[in-house]
């Protein structure tokens, strides 16, 4: 019995000892004492995954930039946008764009009301950036289900309530960055250069 406490003690003396670990590189560690402590038979390559395919990375490559950069061929129309819209939309954002329960989508008026009630017409400085959003995001359980063609539509339909294109438009990559946002003013580019200057 004596022999065995001693044994325990002599390991919880020994579990209480810091333990020698390799820690995770730092913020301010490069890395490189790690990477050093890596066994030096360890082969240049893993064998794991394979190389990105141009198809693939196409997939991902799908910014669009506020000047219509990147947008896809494909146009809708604002009559198609509604069908869209009450398919895929009106659960989240109301018939009307203005309901919920999920963010408003539609006003010009009330600057006031920030922060609560931006919306595409009194907060969003470019047109072609709903195009970007809707297609990386939206529907928000399913997003990537809408077709070229049916993301214009929605667009135009979206711009449409907000009184920003009229009900005939058609969206496409020509059109659309030539729709003037009500907001496009109160934004400023961004032109700083990492030094403590702020706009
Ligand atoms: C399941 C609910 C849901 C559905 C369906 C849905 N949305 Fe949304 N939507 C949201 C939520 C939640 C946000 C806010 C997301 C955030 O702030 O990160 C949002 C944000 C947005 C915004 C940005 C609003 C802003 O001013 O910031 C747009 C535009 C938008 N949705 C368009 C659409 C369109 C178009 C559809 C249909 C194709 C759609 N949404 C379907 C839930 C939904």
């Known amino acids: 019995m004596r022999q065995a406490l ?6 919880l003396i020994v579990g209480c000892g810091a ?6 590189p730092g913020p301010s560690d490069d890395g490189s004492a790690v990477l050093a402590s ?4 360890a082969p240049d390559h893993f064998g794991f995954g394979s ?17 219509g950069e990147g947008l896809p061929p494909g146009s809708g129309t604002v009559a198609q946008g509604q069908r869209v819209f009450l398919t895929h939309c009106v659960a989240c954002h109301g ?8 963010d408003r989508l539609v006003g010009t008026a009330a600057w006031e ?8 017409g009194n907060y969003w400085p470019y047109a072609t950036t709903l195009y970007d959003y809707i297609r990386r995001a939206m529907p928000q359980l399913t997003p990537g289900i809408l077709t070229s063609n049916e ?8 711009l449409n309530m907000n009184g920003l294109v009229p009900a005939d438009a058609v969206m496409d990559a020509a059109t659309l960055p030539a729709v003037e946002m009500p907001a496009r003013d109160r934004f400023v580019l961004d032109d700083r250069e990492g030094g403590p200057e702020v706009r």
């Not at 890596?38 to 038979?41: A, E, K, L, Q, R």
């Not at 190389?51 to 000047?67: E, H, L, N």
């Not at 018939?95 to 999920?102: Q, V």
């Not at 009301?113 to 595409?120: A, I």
């Open 19 to 24: 333990p020698e670990v390799d820690r995770a």
């Open 113 to 120: 009301q920030w922060p609560n009630g931006q919306t595409v």
């Open 51 to 67: 190389d990105a395919s141009a198809a693939r990375v196409a997939m991902w490559d799908i910014d669009v930039k506020p000047d």
């Open 95 to 102: 018939a009307t764009g203005t309901e919920g329960p999920n």
């Open 6 to 11: 001693a044994l325990l003690s002599a390991v």
């Open 151 to 158: 993301t214009y539509a929605v667009v135009g339909y979206i």
């Open 38 to 41: 890596f066994p030096s038979n």
